[in-house]
């Protein structure tokens, strides 16, 4: 009799679900050490903490790898695909989360750090101005970081999309906080925190719509169900499409693609540049990781519907990024479009399709991330007594005063502007290659295009560095700590062997090009 009421739970392979398990115990002992540590010691406890989560969940992803086959990916009642492309997205997911928390725990640039020490103190008050002078910043940024990582990575994994909306509020809501929370610029902080709350709140809410018009058409909200309806289903394909067009939203609101950008810009320049940089970084990889199992497990039958409109909005996105991109004077916002357009490519590799189209893609990712919290850990450094000098016309002659320093952001630049024998160079050939054989060549033509407008803005940041005089009004340029040191470091380098060989790399995101539905 009572084992009519047992309930059977599902089977799990915790060795799969290992690196998620890490991440969300350690953030949850990083909110039990804001409660027990003492506030001196607490920054150094919580640094450690989360990169030792990082480093220990990493290795998880990295022992775990080996044993995946087709038979074994899906756990947790198949609502999560640990496959070989899961697992790499993973991987980059948190190999750069670990180089952004590095300027999280920068303390030697600014007195008390990059974020504020009480964020509910009225802006512009006596007491808001000292404790922006000599307080330490807040430390329950890196349980936040840590949360929003292990969301990110249930969000490329997902095989449901119930689960993937949770693994969306997971890391999201940790985001929206931790723009709030710069020492410098409050207001500004504080406004575009709510900005992307907002509208974040608004592409959920399509997302959620799109999943309750799937399940109404499907029956279902698991890839492998979904797949078979749109292939074999006779129910009106109504729901389907205005689904499809919802989770899009959602998707792609996330991956900063037009005509859902306008957050970008604002969150970009008011966001403390630590978590711009994470943000630049590890939400890229996690929104077009999803974006691809989206598209390629679930409603691949669909790809004759799906790739005209996505095309307009990667040829959208790749020009209205360059084109703003040149009207910019704040670098911040500079590279926010930068990032805008690099969504335009990264949709380009997308929709080439098939294993070349998903391995480009990977590439990217990697590459772009590296790239990006390099060039943020630069806009660190050139400060006045204000905090970081971002307007354009505050570098004029940069390049005299601190050689060195403008040298590695001309490298930078370059390697944004697709320059050989950087990793944008080696990326963007990826993906216009994965579009002309997926035949998208006037994607590619657009693609291309763009890259010239968007080498512009670049060349004219190199250009004022180089060739203008130093005025009375440039800053100075702080010499970096060692947390920042390493991260600008493995930045470049990672910058560069990709450009010069990226053999390695490439051979990997092939291997790995393939998702299990």
Known sequence: MGEDFVVKLPELDYAALAPMLILFGAACLGVLVEAFVPRRARNTVQLVLGLLALVAALVAVLMHAPDVTDANALTGAQSLSIDQAGLFLQGAILVLAIVALLLFGERTLENGGPFVAQAAITVGSELDRRQAAKESGATEVYPLAVFAVAGMMLFVTANNLLVMFVALEVFSLPLYLLCALARRKRLLSQEAALKYFLLGAYA??????????????????????????????????????????????????????????????????????????????????????????????????LGWEFTPVLGVIAVLTMLIGAILAVTQTDLKRLLAYSSIANAGYLLVGVLGGGKQGLS????????????????????????????????????????????????????????????????????????????????????????????????FPYLRVVVMMWLSEPGETTPSVSIPGMLTSTALMIGVLVTLVLGVWPSPLLDLTTDVSNFIR
């Open 204 to 301: 959920s809410a399509f997302f959620l719509f799109g999943l309750a018009m799937i399940y109404g058409f499907a029956g279902a909200v698991d890839f492998r169900a979904i797949h078979a309806s749109v292939t074999d289903s006779t129910n009106s394909p109504i729901l389907l499409f205005i689904g499809l067009a919802m989770l899009s939203i959602g998707l792609l609101f996330k991956a900063a693609a037009a005509p859902f950008h306008v957050w970008t810009p604002d969150v970009y320049q008011g966001a403390p540049t630590a978590v711009t940089a994470f943000m630049a970084a590890c939400t890229k990889v996690a929104a077009f990781g999803a974006l691809a199992r989206v598209l390629y497990v679930g409603f691949d039958g």
């Open 360 to 455: 480009s893609m990977l590439f990217y990712l990697v590459a772009y991330g590296f790239l990006v919290i390099a060039a943020f850990a630069m806009l660190t450094l050139v400060r006045d007594a204000d905090g970081e000098a971002t307007h354009l016309a505050r570098w004029a002659g940069l390049g005299k005063r601190s050689p060195l320093f403008a040298g590695v952001f001309t490298f930078l630049l370059l390697g944004f502007a697709g320059i050989p024998l950087t990793s944008g160079f080696v990326a963007k050939f990826a993906v216009f290659g994965a579009g002309i054989n997926g035949d998208q060549t006037w994607l590619v033509l657009f693609g291309v295009l763009s890259s010239i407008i968007l080498a």
